[in-house]
């Protein structure tokens, strides 16, 4: 191991990197026991850092759309991945091994270009977004009403933990960049280098506004002292923690948005079916050893209980055992080494104590706290520790294992007889971010999942289906919600763009059509219209909310309908049998097929030569109202509704309002139709380079 000489850590902010005051307190290697760094933020001015962000940093981003924030990112995350060599290099010193770093560094990354890319697909190109339908608030649609969201205009402080300093800044920091809301991120001291160097490298990438994010190497001190009901707070850690900074005197006064995500004690379940021999008992069995191996257990969502069956519990001891009697514990830069160390001295004397209270309703089956057998390295001055699994013989009787949170290579094995028991046991840890069950049998899956649910974030099913494609127990991703009731913290991160919108305030808007159309930049029914030149003739350049046509009629007759019923093969007899359809309690007689009316509808509103509209993609919201019977006469009213933009294309998506009524005025059919259309026509040939491309 060479000698790392320590740096003195930064903090960004005010738009410069600024060293705090003092020598700086010294950060050790978690492996090696020597010094790589030193930090201290005393002498910052935390107020004016706030403010910075409000005034400078917030009022950039929401001058951006949502996709200009995403692209931002985009290009964010591809500038980091091109460096991420540098990181891993400073990821050892966390007492991490290069696989454990993968998962805080590319598993950041890529949590980073994921938001990026569904913010683009499922959110409008906007700074406003609409929620819901709109609502009627008068008979004569005159007055109604619709949510909206807008980014809050304060800064949005995450308080991140020491396992994941990559990660844990990265799947909080997007979705607020992409809600448009500024950043100050607070990594715990231990492993605040990693996050500081890759603030560096985004912020050398010059593509973040000025005061968009700011990094704060050192002690809080008196930062949630100024914080407003405009600012949101995020924390990752221990609940002991959370609970004093959520009730705060300014976050309590101010009723500031405050997300708590707190170590729990997660479990991991084996189904009564998943004996030794199937492919789930083999499964839980590596699944277990991952997780109290993988960053040397020091993770929130490791499994910490493992519940499984009486009849197999001696099994699962014993092959629990042998898995973890593999497990190459040395240096974390050490390609022999399975598992690294704990992030500090003092965490592993943490971890002994907890073990120690836990062997009051156990016993050690496996592992020795107090020795460890390494490959390399020096077990007195690196955090190292052996795997540790417990038996706790009466589970319902116990008290610390349910209680007790021994964040390290530790688990405990507890049996149970029904699968009710198995949840039983799951619910006394007061809340988890995290259960996994390990079955193939869809009834115990069914009955276990859904008693789990209420105090659990997140529910793995694991079996021999998933089991090449399976994340794990372990890993949460940026579509589903992390996070969970209780002693969990009570909180939500990601879940795709529910996350984004934690970001941001939802407002009930009322007023007429037209003030809500130009609010949200979606036409809403009742709002003014234009007509004249076919709206399909119109590009992105011309075309406006608002621009509709009104088509002409088409009689359905019976020759229509069983044309469309041979053509196709729908022959449903509500179609075809006259007796059979006045039967049905929602007919009077043979009715028209809904996707004939659809097609017949397209026939009425489409203009067929090339131009503007390059494809339709898509149809959202059909509903069919009102049966259409022979004789019937529709027409259609197309209204562009809103109007979607591609940064960086030579096109966008257009919805189009689609009505179709009957000769009594009657809605027939409604639904949204989706196109691709030209930002200018005829296309230039960069625009058609693009869509080639």
């Excluded at 005051?21 to 910052?44: F, W, Y």
């Excluded at 460890?372 to 417990?390: H, I, N, Q, R, Y």
């Excluded at 409604?670 to 030209?678: H, P």
């Amino acid at each position: 191991m060479t000698e790392t000489a320590a740096r003195r850590l930064e903090s960004y902010v005010l738009g410069s990197w600024q060293t705090g005051s003092g020598a700086g307190k010294p950060l050790s290697h978690a492996a090696t026991g020597e010094t790589v760094a030193l930090i201290g933020s005393d002498g910052l001015n935390f107020a004016d850092a706030l403010a910075y962000g409000r005034e400078k940093g917030g009022k950039a981003l929401r001058a951006m759309t949502i996709h200009e924030r995403a692209l931002m990112l985009k290009a964010v995350g591809m500038a980091l991945m091109e460096r991420k060599q540098e990181f891993y290099v400073e990821n050892s010193w966390t007492g991490a091994t290069r696989r454990d770093g993968w998962v805080d560094i590319e598993g950041g990354i890529g949590t980073l270009l994921t938001f990026a890319s569904k913010a683009r697909r499922e959110l409008p190109n906007a700074k406003v977004l609409s929620e819901g339908d709109v609502e009627p608030l008068s008979r004569d649609g005159s007055f109604v009403g619709r949510h909206i969201l807008t980014p809050m205009k304060g800064v949005a402080i995450h308080i991140n933990a020491f396992n994941f300093p990559v990660w844990g800044m990265l799947e909080k920091i997007a979705p607020a960049l992409i809600a448009g809301m500024p950043c100050l991120v607070k990594p715990a001291s231990q492993t605040a280098y990693l996050t500081e160097l890759v603030t560096r490298a985004i912020i050398e990438t010059g593509l973040l506004p000025d005061g968009a994010l700011q990094l704060v190497c050192g002690s809080a001190g008196d930062l949630l002292d100024h914080v407003t009901g405009q600012d949101v707070v995020t924390f990752t850690g221990s609940a002991t923690t959370g609970r004093k900074l959520k009730t705060g005197k300014a976050i309590v006064e101010n009723a500031v948005r405050f997300n708590m995500e707190a170590d729990s004690l997660n479990a991991a379940i084996l189904g009564a079916d998943a004996g030794p021999g199937t492919p789930e008992f083999d499964l839980f069995i590596r699944e277990a050893a991952n997780e109290m191996t993988s960053k040397a257990g020091q993770k929130c969502t490791a499994i910490r209980r493992i519940i499984v069956p009486r009849a197999h519990e001696q099994a699962v001891v014993e092959a629990l055992s042998e898995r973890l009697s593999k497990a190459t514990i040395g240096l974390p830069d050490d390609e022999n080494a399975r598992m690294g160390a704990l992030v500090s001295l003092a965490d592993r004397d943490g971890v002994r104590e907890k073990i120690a209270a836990l062997l009051g309703d156990g016993e050690i089956v496996h592992g020795d706290p107090d020795n460890v057998t390494l490959v390399s390295g020096d077990a007195e001055k690196g955090a190292f520790m052996s795997p540790v699994l417990l038996r706790c013989a009466n589970p319902f009787e116990a008290k610390a294992v349910h209680d007790v949170e021994a964040f390290g290579p530790v688990a405990t094995v507890m049996a149970y007889d029904e699968a009710e028991e198995a949840v039983a046991l799951a619910e006394r840890g007061k809340g988890s971010l995290v259960s996994s069950l390990f079955t193939n049998n869809g009834g115990i899956a069914a009955e276990i999942v859904t008693g789990l649910a209420a105090h659990h974030g997140r529910v793995m099913i694991g079996n021999r289906g998933s089991a090449k494609s399976s994340t794990g127990h372990g890993s949460p991703l940026a579509p589903l919600v992390h996070g969970g009731p209780g002693r969990a913290g009570g909180g939500e991160e990601m879940g795709g763009m529910r996350g984004v919108k934690h970001f941001m305030q939802r407002t009930a808007v009322q007023g007429t059509p037209d003030m809500l159309t130009a609010i949200t930049g979606e036409w809403v029914d009742g709002a003014e219209s234009r007509s004249g030149k076919h709206p399909f003739r119109k590009s992105l350049a011309e075309l406006k909310i608002g621009d509709q046509i009104v088509t002409e009629t088409r009689t359905i007759t019976r020759e229509d309908v069983e044309h469309f019923a041979e053509f196709t093969g729908d022959t449903f007899y509500a179609h075809m049998d006259s007796d059979a359809a006045k039967a049905n309690p929602f007919f009077e007689d043979r009715v028209a097929h809904g996707y004939l009316i659809a097609s017949f509808a397209a026939g009425l509103f489409v203009d067929p030569d090339p131009g503007p509209v390059l494809a339709n993609y898509g149809v959202d919201n059909l509903r069919f109202l009102t049966p259409v019977y022979f004789g019937d006469t529709l027409k259609v009213r197309l209204t562009c509704k809103a109007i979607n933009p591609r940064e960086n294309a030579g096109h966008g998506e257009v919805r189009w309002d689609c009505r179709v009524t009957n000769q009594k005025d009657e809605v027939v059919a409604q639904y949204d139709v989706l196109t691709m259309v030209a930002k200018t026509w005829p296309l230039a040939a960069e625009a058609l380079d693009q869509m080639a491309g």
